[in-house]
């Protein structure tokens, strides 16, 4: 059976009467959660859903969430998920574009998904705490074993954050999913089901959702929710739940650190943190193991690839600043722009991904399809270089490179060095146009609180440290960075201020 819902039923089975989920006071069982999705499922059926049909998941982290991918998964269809802070304009295109039937939607964010719905023939129910009202769905018997699927069906449908155009689906499949989960559970980080996962990624987000959910229904381990992140509020739930894997994102990891309660919480209870999406300041990485005496480990995947492509592994050393080592079922290899692949030690390539983990294509997109795996090895357009014991760093993005009078500079690096600097919280490096040298450095800081520092200082605390051609010409002083739905920093969202 490849169906991802059979993680539930498992589950289910051999773990009914433990928590799956928790959100503060409330907890599901996996009996229960199970027997919710099985009501979910027969409901759909009953209005109409037939096997491959999409069902657009519009929620933040609540019990609803996973009630209703697992229900729509053993009814046959196919999930949707997308951030709940999209607008009516934005939904319409997901819905047109996916053909979504049917959408499920959190009660504070209706009306843009109801307008939304009306424009496009999506049914639109409103989700209460465990799932759809009693009279939103038309009552079916419940469905409480998957179909039988083949491992090549799509099973979800992520929208790519549209960086270069419009947002495009990378259909996942069964396999696809349940293997990454799989193995994120049992290899990355060793999961029992006596383990407690802090749930503060998004679930609508690849890594939340693989990582987070699937990888602890895989194991019957218990998933904790935060609906929004907080780092006082992570702090209270790490300790309140006696938390033992913590997931988050660089960005995360760094409010925690400096949250005021930080000293006076008890993590004992962590043994291992999983930081992706953005590359992590190593000064982060090592100060948060420091204070709350635990391993991070760090790695690297995308949409495309269910996300988790290579990590830092318990089964051998950890390197900081790397991103690890492939994982079981994946290949990564470097090319460089004429295509040659790029060995140990010998420069920056791109990251090229083969696997049973990267995606079957984009939805309704050949071409573009045909472009992102030309041969089979999916293109990143992110640039590493490799180590003799198989370990990647990131450079940057393909697209971030600024070329400064034909010298090429990685705002990664300028970022490490800044993140070094005592006042300084977060850092986006990005270029600014200039006249005589193509493209200029420019960084915009936020600083830490009770702190300070003027822009010359951090240049000249920079240009110390790096290549003359490398520190930023451009420092300016902000109060926030503008973040993702995961708290990832939005770098091609920073503006240089005019003048």
Request: charged letters at 20%.
């Amino acid at each position: 059976m490849s169906s991802l819902a059979q993680s539930v039923v498992r589950s289910a089975s051999t773990h009914g009467d433990r928590r799956a989920i928790v959100l503060d006071d409330a907890t599901l069982t996996w009996s229960e959660l199970h027997g919710l999705a099985a009501r979910v499922a027969g409901a759909l059926r009953a209005a109409g859903l037939a096997p491959g049909d999409r069902v657009a998941l519009i929620l933040p982290n609540v019990p609803a969430y996973p009630v209703l991918f697992y229900g729509t998964l053993l009814a046959g269809g196919v999930v949707v998920p997308l951030n709940p802070l999209l607008k009516e304009a934005e939904l319409e295109y997901f819905f047109s574009d996916s053909g979504a039937s049917f959408a499920f939607v959190w009660q504070d964010f209706a009306p843009a998904a109801q307008a939304a719905g009306a424009a496009t023939g999506t049914t639109v129910i409103v989700s209460g705490p465990v799932g759809p009202a009693a009279d939103a769905l038309p009552a079916g018997e419940p469905i409480a074993t998957p179909e039988d699927v083949a491992g090549d069906e799509t099973a979800v449908i992520l929208y790519t954050s549209g960086t270069t155009g419009k947002p495009k689906g990378a259909q996942l499949t069964h396999d696809n999913i349940r293997l990454n989960a799989q193995r994120s559970a049992e290899v990355i980080m060793e999961m029992t089901p006596d383990d407690v996962i802090m749930g503060c990624l998004p679930l609508f987000h690849v890594f939340g959702l693989t990582c987070g959910l699937i990888a602890a229904t895989t194991s019957g381990a218990t998933l904790t929710l935060v609906p929004r992140f907080d780092p006082e509020k992570a702090l209270e739930v790490v300790e309140r739940d006696r938390v033992t894997i913590f997931q988050g994102v660089p960005t995360m990891y760094a409010a925690m650190l400096h949250a005021k309660r930080a000293d006076s919480t008890d993590t004992s209870s962590l043994r291992a943190c999983v930081s992706g999406g953005s590359a992590m300041p190593v000064e982060v990485m090592s100060a948060f193991e420091e204070k709350f005496s635990c391993r991070i480990f760090e790695g690297y995947g995308l949409s495309e690839t269910s996300p988790v492509a290579s990590f830092n592994m318990p089964d051998g050393p950890t390197k900081p600043g790397t991103i690890g080592r492939t994982i079981p079922g994946c290949e990564m290899r470097l090319l460089d722009d004429s295509g040659a692949v790029v060995g140990p030690g010998e420069g920056v390539g791109e990251i090229v991904i083969r696997g049973d983990n990267v995606m079957k294509g984009y939805w309704n997109k050949p071409e573009e399809t045909k472009a992102a795996i030309p041969d089979g090895w999916f293109r990143t357009g992110d640039l590493a270089t490799v180590d003799d014991e198989g370990y990647y760093t990131i450079v940057d993005r393909k697209k971030d490179m600024i070329i400064r009078g034909g010298m090429n500079v990685y705002p990664r690096e300028v970022e490490e060095c800044l993140y070094t600097h005592p006042a300084v919280r977060e850092v986006a490096v990005v270029s600014v146009p200039d006249e005589l040298m193509g493209e200029e450095i420019g960084a915009a800081v936020g600083l830490k609180e009770e702190t300070s520092a003027t822009p010359e200082e951090l240049q000249q605390f920079v240009k110390e440290r790096l290549a003359a051609y490398k520190y930023p010409r451009h420092v300016w002083i902000v109060d926030e960075l503008p973040k993702g739905p995961t708290g990832k920093i939005l770098r091609r969202e920073v503006r240089a201020p005019q003048g």
